[in-house]
């Protein structure tokens, strides 16, 4: 009887597909931001094809952005310094590409934390495994000067997003229906 239910939730586990990660994210992740990410293919979707309407090197970037395949994150360690730029994809405009800013990523023993130390818009969150290409990331939109708040405080500083890694020195976090200005946020990370 017991190699049968083993069976049984192996086979759950492995045909889950889209299935948010188990464990702590499962516990601390609002009910809103599990339906971002459950819809968060049809709002990408919808998202970047509004982009197409926005300026032609804007879009060319964006499609440069997002072009590479993904890589696995279990190789790579993000803690250091990183350049990071937001592009809001879709909602108010068709793709904005704000300038580089600086953010840092952190491991305090329980996984790797983020913190974007600059520019008026800011996030500090917490990755969460959710495969081997993908992350989950629970943080907390502010604006510089504001105290940051808890995850968890309200629809309008929760962020719920996918981080994919595509090389070496590259990696992003896609926020599907932000609370403010866009469809899709992209936050993109280099060295």
Request: some cysteine; aromatic content about 12%.
């Amino acid at each position: 009887m017991h190699l049968r239910a083993f069976l049984f939730t192996a086979a759950a586990v492995l045909f889950a597909g889209n299935a948010l990660a188990d464990g702590a994210v499962q516990k601390l992740i609002t009910a809103a931001d599990k339906a971002r990410l459950v819809k968060y293919d049809e709002t990408r979707k919808s998202a970047l094809a509004e982009a197409k309407a926005g300026l032609a090197r804007e879009v060319k970037e964006l499609d440069t952005l997002l072009a590479p395949p993904l890589v696995a994150f279990s190789d790579k360690d993000l803690t250091g310094n990183w350049q990071c730029r937001t592009i809001k994809v879709g909602g108010f405009g068709p793709l904005v590409i704000y300038d580089w800013f600086k953010c840092r990523v952190t491991d305090d023993g329980s996984g790797w934390m983020l913190e974007k130390t600059t520019g008026s818009q800011r996030t500090k969150g917490r990755f969460y495994d959710d495969g081997e290409k993908r992350s989950i990331y629970l943080g907390s939109g502010f604006v510089a000067g504001e105290k940051v708040q808890r995850y968890g405080a309200g629809p309008k500083t929760d962020q719920v997003g996918y981080a994919f890694r595509t090389g070496s020195n590259a990696w992003r976090i896609e926020f599907p229906a932000p609370y403010y200005e866009s469809k899709l946020d992209i936050i993109e990370f280099k060295r």
